[in-house]
């Protein structure tokens, strides 16, 4: 049975395949008009994985890629197995690692997404969740905006948030939800232990479900003129402040 593909696009994203698994890529295109350090860098990289990369013209590539951002490196790649389901991951966690999950309610826009998996990598949260509906889908414009991080940071799929979101509870986690009316600041929430971090989309914050659920809400202070913050942005302030407190001396 043949394996489902897809299509990576850049170099962050294809160079991330060809660092975690480049047996897994059956096709590399590069574009042949672009001769600069970086390619000839990427390619003499790709030839020590064992491929060759083939040269192509810019509408070949264009056509290949679906879109003409992907900086002239596309590969054709299948897909590979890292935890999808919120037991995968909380059996695969660490021994003596808490949880600290990203979730997401309503996030549709796949640069955004890509920038969440992104910070969600650099902070070392071990998945990213999110609905099945009302959602992005890891496609390869999120690829390239993550950076390689859609290779290596499990994007959970659910089909119900907030029974999802209780399921985290049954497990030990709390639940705690980014609002702007919250009285309480993510700087003075206890982060430590097993938590799940939820954010909704920029301006509609979370779903009224999804809030109700949480077990405390927090906000990011805001000492400027706008008002919220884009929602890859107040994923890394959160992302980052729990990892400073579960960095703190003893």
């Known amino acids: ?23 897994s890529i059956r096709q590399l295109y590069v574009e042949q008009s672009r001769r600069d350090r970086r390619m000839q860098d990427f390619i003499a990289r790709a030839t020590e994985a064992g491929l060759k990369p083939t040269p192509v013209d810019a509408a070949r590539i264009n056509g290949v890629a679906g879109n003409d951002r992907h900086q ?5 790649v299948d897909e590979i197995e890292i935890a999808r389901t919120l037991d995968d991951v909380l059996d695969l966690l660490p021994q ?3 949880a600290l999950l990203l979730v997401l309610d309503s996030i549709t826009d796949p640069h955004n997404l890509g920038a969440c998996l ?10 990213v969740v999110a609905p099945k509906d009302r959602a992005a889908g890891l496609s390869g414009v999120v690829a390239k905006a993550a950076s390689g991080a859609a290779e290596s940071v499990p994007y959970v799929v659910v089909t119900n948030l ?7 509870k049954d497990a030990g986690l709390r639940i705690i939800g980014t609002t702007d009316d ?7 929430a206890d982060l ?3 938590i799940a971090l939820v954010l909704g989309a920029e301006g509609e914050g979370m779903r009224r479900l999804t809030r109700d659920t949480c077990d405390e809400l927090v906000s990011i202070p805001m000492a400027g003129a706008v008002e919220s913050l884009n929602v ?10 729990a990892l400073r407190q579960r960095r703190k001396p003893a």
């Open 96 to 98: 003596g690692e808490d």
């Open 232 to 241: 890859s942005v107040a994923s890394g302030v959160c992302l980052y402040e």
């Open 182 to 188: 919250a009285p309480k600041t993510i700087f003075e």
């Open 72 to 76: 002239g490196v596309v590969a054709v």
């Open 1 to 23: 049975m043949t394996k489902p593909s897809k299509v990576l696009h850049g170099f962050h994203a294809v160079t991330a395949r060809l660092r975690h698994a480049p047996a």
């Open 162 to 168: 907030a029974r999802s979101l209780r399921e985290m």
């Open 118 to 127: 992104r910070v969600a990598d650099g902070a070392g949260a071990h998945a």
């Open 192 to 194: 430590s232990g097993p």
